[in-house]
């Protein structure tokens, strides 16, 4: 920290006027120039006694960087500096086999500093990066010095300048994945007489990082063409898309009409079966619309159980899993339950809670991701047509809107209705979209493979 972070009753003004004086005598200035200018200062205002109270005193150096947005808010998400240190880790050291060495103007390795091992540690540098103090563990840049002389012959400026390059470049994409403007949407229809919509929400993306539920209404054309081809593809997946470039957030607020097509998917191809054009959509009530920022996430998967919103009517019931944490899965169904006390349609109608006992959440979590959903075509996935689970019912009474954590905790909620619910065929599985990053350089599983390639010809080479 800095002296005058140290001090008691430090103000803002306080830190910012020592970090200018820093920038000003000594980032700018040779160490001749430093020496030079305090042979001319009084005793008490040498810029070589500040130097000694910087910085650590050993020399391997732990560091952390933040971005901001283009109107110069500062970034407060945890996960969001975190995202930032990986990119510029993975610019800043061997990421993949393909990377050239050499091409690396220098290297840096990183480490985290564990919420539960660091604590009031931990959070007093997210305070100080300006980011929230919430459960999150904090990823830092490392550098280990080397040389006594790393201030001499211009060094130390010429690897600032290439690290200012790299985090320039890397700050462009943090704030493109930050972009809350309008965008194309896509939605899951379930239901025949009365059909809702579920956002296909992506973590990566802010301006799809939001588990989205609403009621709609079709124009009458459009529902009586969306219900023949309900009839004739009981089994399909429907899927909406908006035409024109939306704001979820005003969809849900304002209760607007806009126009979409319906796509009519079989998991057997990639091409749709049919596509229902040009309809008016009109969004009735908000169900749920909760952010999926990191922030907001739970600090463990659930264990026990796995939790789902039940909303629907009791001729029409609906299912969609929560979203706690990240990585996740989406798991869509229509389904019966047979319980012994009816469940208050008023509940229903705002979305209800749903425990699926004996599923172990935590011990599942996280599912594998392909882009082809194989998970959804597997004979023995756990959630499949026809699947029967014990449950609990409760009422969730929390807004639309309410944030994490804590959405699922239902400790001290009283039991609505128990029975038995049994998966219908309107099944959608996802754990692809929902965790890509569309700006990840090299996919996930793509550089294990290509890492593990390597090792292998290693292997071979030294038997």
Same mark, same amino acid.
């Given at each position: 920290m800095? *002296?005058?972070?140290?001090?008691?009753n430090s103000t803002p003004e306080d830190v910012e006027k020592e970090r200018q004086e820093i920038r000003d005598r000594v980032l700018t200035k040779s160490n001749e120039e430093i020496v030079n200018e305090d042979s001319k200062r009084p005793d008490d205002d040498k810029t070589m006694a500040l130097l000694r109270e910087l910085g650590s005193d050993l020399n391997i150096n732990a560091f952390s960087i933040n971005w901001r947005y283009r109107d110069g808010t500062l970034n407060e998400e945890v996960e969001e500096a975190n995202y930032f240190v990986q990119r510029v880790i993975e610019r800043l050291s061997? @990421? %993949?086999? +393909? @990377? @050239?060495?050499?091409s690396i103007p220098f290297y840096l390795t990183s480490t985290t500093?564990?919420?539960?091992?660091?604590? !009031?540690? /931990? !959070?007093n540098f997210k305070k100080r990066l300006g980011l929230v103090q919430d459960q999150s563990d904090l990823m830092v840049l490392r550098n280990v010095v080397m040389s006594p002389w790393a201030t001499d012959k211009d060094f130390l400026s010429s690897l600032t300048h290439e690290f200012k390059k790299v985090m320039?470049? +890397?700050?462009?994409v943090c704030r493109k994945r930050n972009d809350i403007s309008s965008d194309y949407h896509k939605f899951l229809i379930q239901g025949t007489k009365s059909p809702y919509l579920v956002h296909f *929400?992506? =973590?990566h993306l802010a301006r799809h990082r939001s588990q989205f539920i609403a009621k709609i209404d079709i124009d009458s054309e459009g529902l009586k063409s969306y219900q023949e081809a309900k009839s004739k593809n009981p089994s399909a997946t429907f899927i909406l898309a908006t035409r024109a470039k939306e704001n979820l957030g005003d969809l849900s607020t304002n209760k607007k009409t806009f126009k979409a097509n319906i796509e009519i998917r079989d998991s057997s191809s990639k091409k749709p079966l049919d596509t229902l054009k040009n309809l008016s959509i009109t969004i009735t009530s908000t169900l749920k619309d909760r952010s999926l920022k /990191? %922030?907001? =996430? @739970? &600090? &463990?998967?659930?264990?026990?159980k796995m939790p789902f919103y039940l909303y629907g009517s009791h001729h029409e019931l609906n299912i969609d899993h929560i979203l706690l944490r990240s990585p996740n899965i989406q798991l869509s169904a229509n389904v019966s339950i047979e319980t012994k006390d009816t469940i208050p349609p008023e509940i229903l109608a705002k979305g209800a809670i749903l425990f699926a006992k004996g599923i172990e959440e935590a011990a599942m979590q996280p599912f594998p991701a392909t882009e082809d959903n194989a998970l959804a075509r597997e004979s023995d996935f756990f959630f499949r047509a026809g699947q029967k689970f014990e449950v609990q019912v409760f009422e969730d009474k929390k807004t639309a809107d309410a944030t994490g954590p804590g959405l699922a905790d239902m400790a001290d909620a009283k039991v609505l209705a128990e029975g038995t619910m049994t998966v219908g065929k309107?099944?959608?599985v996802d754990a692809y979209a929902l965790n890509k990053d569309p700006f990840e350089r090299v996919e996930g599983e793509e550089k294990f493979r290509k890492w593990k390639k390597v090792f292998d010809r290693i292997e071979q080479e030294m038997r």
């Open positions: 800095l *002296p005058s972070e140290l001090k008691e061997v @990421d %993949s086999p +393909e @990377d @050239d060495p050499i500093f564990l919420l539960h091992e660091y604590g !009031q540690c /931990a !959070q320039v470049e +890397e700050v462009e *929400p992506m =973590f /990191a %922030s907001h =996430f @739970d &600090t &463990t998967y659930p264990s026990g309107d099944v959608y």
